[in-house]
């Protein structure tokens, strides 16, 4: 997977749980974590720029790149693709990066199927009624789809154990530690 001191990492959670945010610190704090760039077949959202919030692709491109095998992984998720190609990735290991995939479970399956070396970290809130309150807070979803965001929510944390590391973010700056000395303890 490349020479340098660079790595594989796989954060995932479920919505809510704070992923967005202790990523984006881990990104400042150091200069070697980086995140990966996805692509998509989605249209391009207001002040969205190409190459740095996706890769946007036409569906004809993307499944020619899923034919020639240079997704590390990929779904199609309401008739939309998204997948993390295999070579901006490679390339950044091989230039000594630790990069972060932000994906879900699924997508996360396929990579350690490709890559056994992924280092898998799962973050997870103190308690569903946490999620809940913090999902509340955020007062983006009706109360249909917040009862949907919680109950995946509580299925995709059983498939916590598949992961290799398990961080409770029941304090921000403390899961954000803990994130940060998981991925700089593999050299």
């Known amino acids: 997977m490349g020479s340098g001191k660079g790595r594989l990492f796989i954060i995932s959670a479920p919505s809510g749980a704070g ?15 980086v995140l990966s760039v996805s692509a998509t077949t989605r249209e391009r959202r207001a002040g969205e720029t190409d190459g740095v919030s996706y890769y946007f692709m036409t569906r004809e491109s993307f499944r020619q790149m899923i034919d020639e095998g240079k997704f590390l992984e990929y779904a199609e998720y309401v008739g939309e693709y998204y997948g993390t190609p295999a070579n901006p990735v490679y390339e950044q290991i091989k230039n000594g990066k630790k990069v972060i995939l932000k994906i879900e ?83």
């Open 105 to 187: 479970v699924q997508g996360a399956k396929q990579v350690v199927a490709l890559e056994p070396d992924t280092v898998t970290i799962f973050i997870v809130p103190p308690d569903l009624e946490e999620l809940e309150r913090r999902l509340r807070k955020r007062g983006t979803d009706s109360e249909e789809k917040l009862r949907a965001r919680v109950e995946k929510a509580s299925l995709e944390m059983e498939e916590s154990v598949h992961y290799k590391h398990v961080v409770v973010n029941d304090d921000l700056d403390r899961a954000i530690n803990e994130v940060l000395s998981i991925i700089n303890s593999y050299q």
């Open 19 to 33: 992923k967005d945010t202790i990523i984006d610190r881990l990104l400042r704090l150091q200069p070697d974590i």
